[in-house]
């Protein structure tokens, strides 16, 4: 028992023990916040260190603690009453979130519901614009609209009325693309709707073209801004061939009546106040009237020309070649519509100009002035015009009143019966012909006439005015002149007629031509003469057989007969040495007399001085010259010749001289006969 006692009593006191040791051998942790602050607390209630107070330390500290814990549940119980108040609060909002929670699930029901209708009623409203959208451009496409659509219900035709009837037009093009979809309707609606508007607005725009084109001025800056008016109105004509056609033929109507207005005008009235003067002040002076009429008329055209095409044709850089050519032609039919009209007021007016006498120089320049104009305006008008067609045949008629007023001049001068001068010089009608043709050859050589047409009419010029004189100048030859005066005069006729034509190179054929008709005249007076001179020296004769005998050796040479069965030339009569000695001495007795060796007038040709030519006067005088030395040289030569049986010494029983020598004496005129 007792072993078992002391074993529980043991049992305590050594776990008391242990415990103790282990708290005493444990570290005091005096640097533990938290024991460092209850000691402090401690220290507030605890002032006296007895054993009584320790032994009431766990009790003091147990019963404030429960003070404590009391004082504590006291100060919280005011907290649980508000947590209780916040549970309740929190039990209420649970129930409205439970609330909530079913109004929304509800809310979330209804707004599915709503998002779906607002989906459609978007779609819906996209379509709407869409289509909204796609009326709009169908109506702006195809329907005219606001400014246009009145300016096309007014009666005035002007830029905006013009875009209208273009978009008209624009309309038109795009309902045939309508038509081969599936909106073929609205397609015919469109098309019906620009239809009927396009042939009211075409007939207002043909009418103002009509109405305006007549009193538009072309010389008026002002009426710049109405000719571009007018420029596009014809241009949407172009889309109706009918009334472009119509509204052509208008326009020529109104432009004709309008530039005959100012033609008459400018002849009677002249410009503004006066300058320029009339026209019909100069009616008296044929070559300024029509000149002065046929520059106003190239101003018009020129101007007329300017509007017309600004009028009808397109821009180079506008419309196919087709188009642009087609148009052109029709501007220029507008242009011969227009200039027509001035073909019968100038013909009439011309050809009372050509009632007074008028000098031919002065008819040829008419017909040079028309017909430049005529070419000049053909190039605007084109070949076929009437205009310069109707200047050709008024040329035509001035050439023809030309040609008579030459005949009849002509004519004059043959009846007046009038012979060759003594000095043979050319007549007085050969001089008045020639400087009235030096004249024309001015007139037509200042002309812009190319050089093959100029051939051509001086040729006809030339014809009708030298035949005559040639024949003239034949006719006067004939009466009263001996051959070789008659060889001279006809050499200056024609060499005055010739001299004027040499400094043009259109009439070098002419030239030409004169040139050799005087050739064979020098050369027939050359021929006459030479006769005259050996007749004059008794070598004629001599001079004729020895040319025969010449003429018969070359024969016989050619057919192979022996020359020794010719005659010789000393049993020939007249040709035997004591007549060649006679005739060379008379000969030799006129070559040295005189003041200067071979200058005796009976050696020259008879006459030579009246040619007028100097050339052909010192080529005269070389010939007979030449033909003298060459029969002296031929009488020497035929008096060396054996075949002639002359002798040996014949050559000194005639008294020849040297040829050489002789012929140099006759070649230069004078010199010492040794």
Not at 60 to 74: C, E, G, P
Not at 385 to 408: D, H, T, V
Request: hydrophobic fraction near 40%; include cysteine.
């Amino acid at each position: 028992m007792t072993t078992a006692s002391d074993d529980t009593t043991q049992a305590p006191t050594s776990w008391a023990v242990l415990k103790m040791r282990s708290l005493l051998d444990a570290p005091i942790p005096a640097e533990s916040p938290s024991l460092l602050a209850a000691i402090r607390q401690i220290q507030t209630f605890y002032t006296t260190n007895s054993p009584a107070t320790r032994r009431d330390l766990a009790p003091t500290l147990a019963r404030r603690a429960v003070d404590s814990t009391k004082s504590v549940l006291d100060a919280f119980s005011d907290t649980h009453k508000q947590l209780q108040d916040v549970q309740k609060h929190i039990a209420d909002m649970q129930k409205d979130v439970q609330a909530l929670t079913k109004r929304l699930s509800g809310a979330r029901s209804d707004a599915s519901t709503v998002v779906s209708q607002t989906s459609q009623l978007r779609a819906k409203l996209s379509d709407a614009q869409y289509r909204a959208a796609v009326s709009t451009a169908f109506l702006n496409r195809f329907v005219l609209q606001g400014e246009l659509a009145a300016a096309l219900q007014s009666e005035e035709v002007n830029a905006t009325f013009l875009q209208a009837l273009h978009k008209l037009e624009q309309i038109d093009h795009d309902s045939r693309f309508l038509l081969r979809s599936r909106n073929q309707r609205a397609g015919l609606e469109a098309l019906e709707f620009a239809a009927t508007k396009k042939e009211e607005a075409y007939e207002k725009v043909f009418r103002f073209v009509q109405a305006r084109c007549g009193t538009l001025d072309v010389d008026a800056e002002e009426n710049e801004q109405e000719a571009a008016l007018l420029r596009e109105a014809i241009r949407a004509l172009r889309a109706r061939p009918m009334l472009l056609r119509y509204c052509a033929e208008g326009v020529g109507s109104a432009r004709r009546a309008s530039l005959v207005t100012r033609f008459v005008g400018a002849l009677t009235e002249g410009g503004p106040g006066g300058m320029p003067r009339p026209i019909e002040m100069h009616a008296h002076d044929a070559m300024r009237y029509t000149n002065d009429m046929l520059a106003w008329m190239h101003q018009a055209l020129a101007s007329e020309k300017e509007l017309i095409n600004r009028l009808f044709t397109l821009e180079a850089n506008t419309g196919d070649d087709t188009t642009r050519a087609h148009n052109e032609e029709l501007a220029l039919k507008v242009l011969n519509t227009v200039f027509d009209a001035l073909c019968r007021p100038f013909r009439i007016r011309f050809e009372q100009a050509l009632e007074q006498t008028l000098p031919v120089v002065v008819l040829y320049r008419l017909a040079s002035l028309l017909e430049f104009y005529a070419t000049t305006m053909s190039h605007l008008l084109g070949k076929d015009a009437a205009l310069p067609e109707m200047l050709m045949e008024c040329r035509s008629i001035a050439m023809y009143g030309f040609f008579s007023a030459w005949k009849s001049k002509m004519e004059s001068f043959r009846l007046s019966g009038v012979g060759p001068s003594e000095d043979l010089v050319p007549p007085a009608a050969v001089n008045q012909s020639m400087t009235r043709l030096d004249e024309i050859m001015v007139t037509l050589d200042a002309s812009l006439v190319p050089e093959d047409a100029r051939h051509d009419q001086i040729a006809a010029v030339l014809e009708v005015i030298l035949n005559p004189l040639q024949s003239l100048c034949e006719s006067m030859a004939s009466r009263n002149l001996s051959p070789v005066e008659r060889q001279v005069f006809m050499a200056n006729c024609i060499d005055s007629m010739r001299m004027p034509l040499m400094a043009y190179s259109f009439a070098s054929s002419r030239v030409e031509q004169l040139t050799s008709i005087a050739d064979n005249h020098i050369d027939n007076y050359i021929q006459l003469g030479t006769v005259i001179v050996l007749r004059r020296c008794g070598l004629a004769e001599r001079a004729r057989i020895l040319a025969e005998a010449k003429q018969t050796a070359a024969l016989t040479s050619s057919q192979g007969t022996e020359t020794s069965k010719r005659k010789p030339l000393s049993r020939i009569p007249g040709m035997d040495v004591e007549a060649l000695s006679i005739s060379v001495k008379n000969f030799y007795a006129l070559l040295f007399s005189g003041s200067t060796v071979g200058s005796s007038e009976v050696l020259k040709p008879p006459h030579v001085n009246k040619i007028t030519n100097v050339r052909w006067r010192n080529r005269a005088r070389a010939a007979v010259a030449e033909s003298l030395a060459a029969t002296h040289t031929e009488i020497f030569k035929a008096l060396q010749d054996s075949t002639n049986e002359y002798g040996e010494d014949a050559i000194a029983t005639v008294g020849m001289r040297d040829p050489e020598k002789v012929k140099l004496i006759l070649t230069n005129g004078g010199g010492n006969s040794k």
